[in-house]
T-cell receptor, first 109, second 120 residues
Framework: GQNIDQPTEMTATEGAIVQINCTYQ??????LFWYQQHAGEAPTFLSY??LDGLEEKGRFSSFLSRSKGYSYLLLKELQMKDSASYLC??????????WGAGTKLIIKP | GAVVSQHPSRVICKSGTSVKIECRSL??????MFWYRQFPKQSLMLMAT?????????EQGVEKDKFLINHASLTLSTLTVTSAHPEDSSFYICSARGLAGGFPMPDTQYFGPGTRLTVL
């Protein structure tokens, strides 16, 4: 079967750094996405990794290791508005998007 | 860029009525659109994948006669919830994927803002 694992919930402090991990077992791999979803809203695209390594985009960075079936999303200089769910999704060999259940990130002042 | 709109944003209807939800890609052409449902505090659940000009592909357990999908053009897909019942109350979200090799990023799904359906 196909499986995406990420922690259910994480808590961090405003101004700090947090790393949200995602591990996957899928039939093939054609890329990994991270989306942000605020409560009551639709997801918004954050990043896409298809090659190993770190992709940096402002305060957010995403890392991928295909050999380990592992990715993380790194959020720096946390702001209260970063409180949201973060969804990891993998494109499998059929170009279907397999979604993780999401990680709810709570930011405390 | 890569804007997807969804209408209506919120709808309340009586049990037994039908509700149509529109999903439009405003600044790009989308050969493929996806319809998701999300219950409170749960992850996205893919309902169906629709390709322009062809029949939608429904996920297992999703009734195609109840959730009618039409993808008439490269910028518009509609989802009609027929004979809605209270258990159909949910957050319905569409996403659109652009043409391969062009704007926006290939294979990336861009989401509409969602439609909150409440069936009384």
């Amino acid at each position: 079967g196909q499986n995406i694992d990420q922690p259910t919930e994480m808590t961090a402090t405003e101004g700090a750094i947090v790393q949200i991990n995602c591990t996957y077992q899928t039939s093939g791999f054609n890329g990994l996405f991270w989306y942000q979803q605020h409560a009551g809203e639709a997801p918004t695209f954050l990043s896409y990794n298809v090659l190993d390594g770190l992709e940096e985009k402002g305060r957010f960075s995403s890392f991928l290791s295909r050999s380990k079936g592992y990715s993380y999303l790194l959020l720096k200089e946390l702001q209260m508005k970063d409180s949201a769910s973060y969804l990891c999704a993998v494109v499998d060999s059929n170009y279907q998007l397999i979604w993780g259940a999401g990680t709810k990130l709570i930011i405390k002042p | 860029g890569a804007v997807v709109s969804q209408h209506p944003s919120r709808v309340i209807c009586k049990s037994g009525t039908s509700v149509k939800i529109e999903c439009r890609s405003l600044d790009f052409q989308a050969t493929t659109m996806f319809w998701y449902r999300q219950f409170p505090k749960q992850s996205l659940m893919l309902m169906a994948t629709s390709n322009e000009g062809s029949k939608a592909t429904y996920e297992q357990g999703v009734e195609k006669d109840k959730f009618l999908i039409n993808h008439a053009s490269l910028t518009l897909s509609t989802l009609t919830v027929t004979s809605a019942h209270p258990e159909d109350s949910s957050f319905y979200i569409c996403s659109a994927r652009g043409l391969a090799g062009g704007f926006p990023m290939p294979d990336t799904q861009y989401f509409g803002p969602g439609t909150r359906l409440t069936v009384l």
